[in-house]
């Protein structure tokens, strides 16, 4: 019985290898000595802002920021095939508006640059599913043009550009160099956070995540133990964000940390709405997916959040809680709302599920979602065309979760690669497309 056991272990392993062990190779890379991958982060709350950035040298830095200098040392980073020195500068109490600032390592200073801080009372966020993007061909690159596109509003600025995770293709310098480039600047406009996914992760039996991880994003100093650099939550008055990391669950007592802290946030967020972002999903949105153990760890803590966001899957859904009123035949909606979303052009069959209200696929998508006078309003759409693709509106009073009623007709598509292939998976996404549009 054991060497059944054995021999089935290791036909897993033999199988899975790739998918499990193999990392693709980091190609050597050497980092400029002017300063380089210059990026803004939200620092110990919502009115401070840090100000990263690289240089192949380790010199005398600092930031200055409104004409304030901030004086930093270098770390030097390492990864398989190449080393940096990173610096971070941060500076607290900003008013909301257009704040200007340089950077200089050595006798080399940046161009100046401004970064944006908004005003509680009318908060937007753009958040992201995986991006994951191998070029800069992509819908995340048409997406930050168009943004770009669209900066002499100010009252259209972001807060923030949010992620939830696989940000990056594989952890190499190519893959976030390929990232910095789609931003196209506005990474040193517009402070970006992110919840940690697999791709930022060597694969293997210890996976580590990328070194440069927690030099790039900056988070308030308020982590989940042992989670330092991959969790934290933004505080606005009116809005919590909470930033978890469900990559690097192993132990049992990971999951009893990750899960206290994160029911410990919610409960005391009061009065704010609470908007939680993680990779892996609770309810998974993709066909011969599924993660039961963060299900049976985060299912019912989650249920104090209002809006949770997730990745991974490449596809989309919306599952609102239902409230049925059998003497009225009516159903109604309430918080939470748990969404899957993607922003890759990489995409995979969906498992659809008759509990997901709202599916999507074969498409990137970005969620847009503003904050004001007790109303989150959240707007699901299409990448390149801007186009809505759902919507909803959560009312913080009572827990509500009002649907639009003019959404375009879903469209639930097999992705392309799989066209020509005849499995159980893809009969099973053919009868199961077919039931749902016949209710
Ligand atoms: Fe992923």
């Known amino acids: 019985m054991i060497m059944l056991l054995i021999a089935a272990l290791i036909t897993v392993c033999v199988l899975r290898w790739e998918a499990w062990f193999s990392n693709p190779a980091e190609n050597t890379y050497i980092v400029p000595a002017e300063p380089d991958n210059i990026i803004v982060g939200f620092g110990r709350n919502c009115f401070s802002r840090t100000v990263s950035w690289r240089s192949c040298k380790q010199l005398p830095s600092f930031a200055v920021i409104d004409g304030d200098t901030i004086l930093t040392d270098g770390s030097k980073v390492v990864s398989r095939a190449g080393e940096a020195f990173y610096y971070r500068a941060e500076k607290d109490s900003l008013s909301a508006g257009v704040h200007s600032y340089f950077v200089q390592t050595g006798e080399l200073r940046s161009e100046d640059y401004t970064f944006y801080v908004s005003d509680d009372d009318s908060l937007r966020l753009f958040v992201f599913g995986d991006i994951q993007e191998k070029d800069t061909l992509s819908p995340f690159y048409e997406f930050c043009d168009s943004v770009i596109y669209n900066l002499c509003r100010l009252q259209d600025m972001p807060a923030m550009f949010a992620y939830c995770g696989d940000v990056i293709d594989r952890p190499t310098d190519y893959a976030w160099q390929t990232w910095f480039t789609s931003l196209r600047g506005l990474q040193t406009l517009i402070p970006q956070v992110a919840a940690v996914g697999n ?18 994003f900056s988070y308030p100093d308020n982590n989940a133990e042992r989670f330092s650099g991959t969790t934290g939550y933004i505080d606005y008055p009116t809005l919590r964000l909470v930033v978890l990391n469900t990559q690097e669950l192993f132990w049992l007592s990971d999951y009893t940390i990750a899960q206290t802290w994160l029911n410990k946030v919610l409960s005391e967020a009061e009065k ?3 908007v939680v972002l993680m990779h ?7 066909m011969k997916r599924s993660n039961p ?9 989650l249920k104090k959040a209002d809006l949770v966001i997730a990745g991974h899957d490449h596809l989309y859904t919306r599952r609102a809680k239902v409230n049925t009123y059998l003497l009225e035949d009516s159903v109604s909606y309430s918080t939470p709302v748990f969404i899957v979303t993607s922003s890759s052009s990489k995409h995979y069959i969906p498992r659809i599920s008759a509990d997901d209200q709202r599916i999507g696929s074969t498409a990137s998508f970005v969620e847009d979602i503003t904050v004001s006078n007790g109303v989150m309003k959240i707007k699901t759409r299409e990448m390149t065309t801007g186009s809505v693709y759902d919507e909803f509106v959560i009312y913080k009073e009572n827990n509500e979760v009002l649907i639009s009623d003019s959404l375009p007709e879903e469209h639930i598509l097999l992705p392309e690669r799989y066209k020509d292939v005849n499995n159980l998976y893809v009969r099973r996404f053919y009868n199961r497309s077919k039931a749902r549009q016949e209710n």
């Open 199 to 216: 791709h930022e992760y060597l694969k293997g039996i210890n996976s580590d995540c990328d070194p440069r991880w927690p030099y790039i």
């Open 272 to 274: 704010k709405f609470t």
């Open 280 to 286: 892996h999903s609770v309810f998974s949105a993709a």
């Open 293 to 301: 153990l963060i299900y049976a760890t985060f299912r019912h803590t």
